[in-house]
């Protein structure tokens, strides 16, 4: 008996589901894992449930040497990256929006090529840069490789977001005498606050979880940011503590967590324009 459309697209949607589930399933169960681990007193590299809960894991890793400080210097390198990178891209994009130049294009281009270089590529000469100018093993020398390294992107995704708020709005302002700054800061950004949160999670994201930059850039291990830090876990004390690995993880993941839930409304909010150039 021939199979009619509907039970051809009802067999497509089940695969298609079917499918979904399990790529689903291949993201969650490393974060299961990372959940029950930390719990568990006798945690290994198997999911299960711990045989008995306890909050040993966490007490162990809760030491200013292993946890507080690592954090500290995270939120300071990461945070000062992504004011830097926020306000330079906003800097950058602004003109790339509003004003036409026949340079604007190879200029975008270049930027997105910018994107691509891999880290490890420029990472020799920057570090030779950087003990020419004495900016090794420093926390300052750090937040601004950072927050050079995201900000091509950065330019580019602002650039977008700064295309949608209608130049109208900046007019009005011009002719009640607004410098071109002050409609920048009161009025393009407010009304792209969307765009600057996605900004602001995408470069902070991606400077807290860097391993390699810090790990090049800083000597001294009191400066060191928790994404270096977590390396202790493995090889120096023998044997993998996963309960412990579990716990840390935890802990290092939410700082992020913390930023996207701050800025949710913001990245769902959509542009407030409606009705704002009308009259």
Known sequence: MPRTPSSRRTTHRLAADAGLLLVAAAFSLPLLWVLLSSLDPDANLQVKLPDGVTLDNFDAVLTPDITFTPLLNSLLLCGGGTLLTVACAALAAYPLSRFRSRLNRPFLLTILFATSLPITAIMVPVYALFVQVNLIDTMQGT?????????????????????????????????????????????????????????????????????????????????????????????????VVYGQLAAFSIIYSTPVILLYVLVARRLGGGFALGGAVKG
Do not use: C, Y
């Open 143 to 239: 937040i601004f490789f950072f927050a050079a390294s995201q900000l091509p992107f950065a330019i580019w995704l602002m650039k977008n977001f700064m295309d949608g708020v209608p130049k109208e709005l900046e007019e009005a302002a011009w002719t009640d005498g607004a410098s071109s700054l002050q409609s920048l800061v009161r009025i393009v950004l407010p009304l792209m606050g969307p765009g600057v949160a996605v900004v602001t999670v995408f470069s902070f994201v991606m400077m807290w979880g860097n391993f390699f930059v810090p790990f090049m850039l800083l000597l001294t291990p009191d400066q060191m940011p928790a994404a270096v830090s977590i390396n202790e876990f493995f090889g120096n004390r023998g044997t």
